[in-house]
Every structure is written in structure tokens, then in C-alpha cells.
């Protein structure tokens, strides 16, 4: 017989990594269209890498005031209501007549980002046991390596095909349909009512604030890193194996089905060695970016070698980070989470900013070896680090629980 609360809970997870899918896309659109909004809208790929800079801050000054805003709501509300405005954000996007006005649709996608990824880790976790929570967190952010294995590189091929503006209206109608499936999908999910209570909220120790701290820390140093480089990932690949669009959406795959590999090793392994696991994959990066420093501008196998690292890698370093905040914070997991997705949009617009300066003065052979400089940083702050990636959530009366897979739906 077929376990029916089983089925339903990985439907809703497979739900909401669609959802984690259309939300990376669309954050992640100009990278692989640099050359072609550059040259339409009239203005240099380093004004066009800025739009992931103000997508951040947008997120970053957002997500906090948001979060507080809308703690009483029913999760289920909280995640349709996000998909659809990102849905609504991108078909304003393949209307833009310029610059500032693409830059206003970003915003507007920008405003419930940081909802959607604060929220959608803790909801993840809350569908199953705390042991498979690791697992399920995975299951959701394959959604992501879906968006760099798929994603990424089909936005890239259509709006080369067919104008960048096609890519955004698809993303757009794909997001329309998810909200729809998520609204059908998920139980309501009320907020428990001690936790929205200023008088009977459980507090966080202030182990756990350090501990918050200390994984915030290597989040920023991580994803700084990673997007000085990854923002201009394109003109890296152009720099050794050519301009080709075919040799750029190509690499992007490569770039994502390595992201795939690696998301299926974090499902598999991250529970079971949190730590170790997350110390490798910065390690990884920090690698691989060395790598298309030295050796990919002279030959372009290197690049290949450096992208499956890359990808590989890099797609587990959120899974790991957002997997430890739900371990060692587990009294007010939203908050905890909102704090950590406004550190790592915070990081995505440093180093997307700093990479545009990098970029605009031509020093392209540069930047991959400051992002694997950075990235070490990160590995440092994770090893002396230990108690901010315990090996397993702290256990507390407060602790979240499964939500019943037949609840109120």
C-alpha cells in the first residue's frame, strides 16, 4: 500500500523546490544574458551585473521589516503571496523600455525574496521528523541546482534565440502556475501562537546568537566570494574558451548539472557530518576559483575542470549555512532565517558591486582569485567556528514540530 502522508509530503517539497527553481532563475537572469540586455538597453555589462547589486540591497533592506510584518500569517499565505509577486515582477521586466525601469521590476521581485527564503527552509524542516530535516531542506534547494542545471541555461538559450525579454515572460508564466500549485499543495501551516506572543515567546540563548553570528559570518565572506566571480561568469568562460552563446549556455549546464551532483551529496551525507561537509565544499570553491585564475586563461580544459568544482560545490554552501541556522537556532527559526538570508543578500550585492568595479577597469583575470581569497576567509571562520554547526538541533521544548501532513488544508 502506498503511505499517502508520505506521497503528500513529497509533493509539497517537490512544490516548493519548483518554487525554489522559478525564484533562483529569475534572481539569476542577467548573468547569462549580460551581452544582450547590455546592447538593447544601451548601457555596459557592468551597469547590467548592478542589477543583481540592487536586487540584494533591495532584499536586505526588505526582508526584516517584512518577516516582522507578516509573522502572524499562515506559512501557506506567506509563500503563495511571494511567487506570485514574483510572477507579476517578471512579466514587468519583459516590458521594460530601459534601464530604470528593468531596475524597478527587480525591486519589486526583490521585496518578498527575502520572505520567501527565510520562510521556506523552516517550512521545509517542519513537514518532517528533525532527523531527515537536513534531507528535506536538500529536496528543496535541489530547486535550485534545477534552476542552474535547467534554469539558467534555457533563460539564457531563449533569450538569445528570441530577445532576453522572452525569458523573463516565461519565468513569469512559470511562476503563475506554482503559485496556483502551492496554494493547492500545502497545508495552511498557522503560526503557533506562543511564538507570535511578546509575552509568552521563547527566547534565544545567547549561545545560539553567537552562534547565529558565527554562521552569518562565513555566509558573507561565502557568498561574497562566490558572486565577485559568478556574476561575470560568462565573460570568465569568453576569456578561455571563446564568445560563442552555444560555448556559454553550454558551460552554464555543465556549471548546473555539477550543482545537481552536488545537492544530491548534501540530501545524502550533510546530516551525518555537518561540518566536515561544509568545510569541503569552501574548500572546493576556494579551489576551483583558484583555478580559473592561473590556469584557465592559458587553457581552456582548466575552465571546464573549474566550472564542475564550481558547480558542484558552490550549490551545497547554502544547504549547509541555511541547514546550520535551523540546528543551532531552533527558537524563532523565521527571525533566525531572516537574518541569515539579509547576510547572504547582502554579500550577493557586495560582490556583485565589487566585481562591476573589477570588471569596469579591466581587471577580469582578476577576479576569480579574489573571490577564492575571500572564500578561504570563509573556510577559516567555519574551522575555528565549531559551535555555530552543531552535529545536531539543539533540543528545547520550543522545538519545532512535523506539521500533520492532513492539517487545514
Not at 206 to 216: E, F, G, H, Y
Amino acid at each position: 500500500m502506498i503511505d499517502r502522508a508520505s506521497t503528500a509530503t513529497t509533493l509539497r517539497l517537490a512544490t516548493l523546490a519548483a518554487a525554489a527553481f522559478v525564484y533562483v532563475t529569475a534572481e539569476m537572469l542577467p548573468v547569462g544574458l549580460l551581452t544582450e540586455i547590455s546592447s538593447d538597453l544601451a548601457v555596459t555589462e557592468g551597469r547590467v551585473g548592478l542589477l543583481l547589486t540592487f536586487y540584494a540591497y533591495g532584499v536586505a533592506a526588505l526582508t526584516l521589516p517584512l518577516i516582522s510584518a507578516i509573522k502572524t500569517w499562515p506559512r501557506r499565505r506567506v509563500v503563495v503571496l511571494t511567487v506570485a509577486v514574483l510572477a507579476v515582477s517578471q512579466l514587468v521586466a519583459a516590458l521594460a523600455v530601459n534601464y530604470p525601469m528593468l531596475v524597478a521590476a527587480r525591486l519589486l521581485c526583490a521585496g518578498t525574496h527575502g520572505v520567501f527564503w527565510a520562510v521556506v527552509a523552516p517550512v521545509a524542516a517542519a513537514l518532517v521528523p528533525r532527523a531527515q530535516q537536513g534531507k528535506a531542506i536538500a529536496t528543496v534547494y535541489a530547486g535550485m541546482s534545477l534552476a542552474l542545471v535547467l534554469g539558467g541555461p534555457l533563460s539564457s538559450a531563449i533569450g538569445q534565440s528570441w530577445g532576453w525579454r522572452t525569458a523573463p515572460a516565461a519565468i513569469g508564466l512559470a511562476a503563475v502556475l506554482i503559485a496556483l500549485a502551492l496554494h493547492r499543495a500545502l497545508p495552511t501551516m498557522p503560526v503557533d501562537a506562543g511564538e507570535s506572543s511578546a509575552v509568552n515567546k521563547p527566547r534565544q540563548t545567547p549561545a545560539m546568537r553567537r552562534a547565529l553570528a558565527v554562521i552569518c559570518t562565513a555566509t558573507l565572506l561565502a557568498a561574497l566570494g562566490h558572486f565577485a566571480a559568478y556574476t561575470y561568469f560568462t565573460l570568465l568562460v569568453e576569456q578561455s574558451l571563446g564568445s560563442s552563446g552555444t560555448v556559454r549556455t553550454m558551460m552554464l549546464l555543465l556549471y548546473g548539472t555539477a550543482g545537481a551532483l552536488g545537492v544530491w551529496a548534501a540530501a545524502k551525507f550533510y546530516d551525518r557530518r555537518a561540518r566536515l561537509f561544509t568545510l569541503s565544499s569552501i574548500a572546493t570553491v576556494a579551489g576551483a576559483l583558484a583555478v580559473f585564475w592561473l590556469l584557465a586563461p592559458s587553457v581552456g580544459f582548466f575552465a571546464v575542470l573549474a566550472t564542475i568544482l564550481w558547480g558542484a560545490a558552490y550549490t551545497t554552501i547554502p544547504i549547509c549555512l541555511q541547514s546550520s541556522v535551523l540546528r543551532a537556532v531552533p527558537i524563532g527559526t523565521d527571525q533566525a532565517s531572516a537574518v541569515y538570508v539579509v547576510v547572504f543578500q547582502v554579500a550577493i550585492a557586495t560582490g556583485a558591486l565589487l566585481g562591476a568595479g573589477i570588471v569596469d577597469n579591466g581587471g577580469l583575470t582578476y577576479i576569480a582569485g579574489i573571490g577564492a581569497a575571500v572564500m578561504l576567509g570563509a573556510f577559516g571562520v567555519v574551522l575555528v567556528g565549531r559551535r555555530g554547526f552543531p552535529r545536531e538541533q539543539e533540543r528545547t521544548p520550543h522545538s519545532p514540530d512535523p506539521v500533520v501532513a492532513d492539517r487545514s488544508n
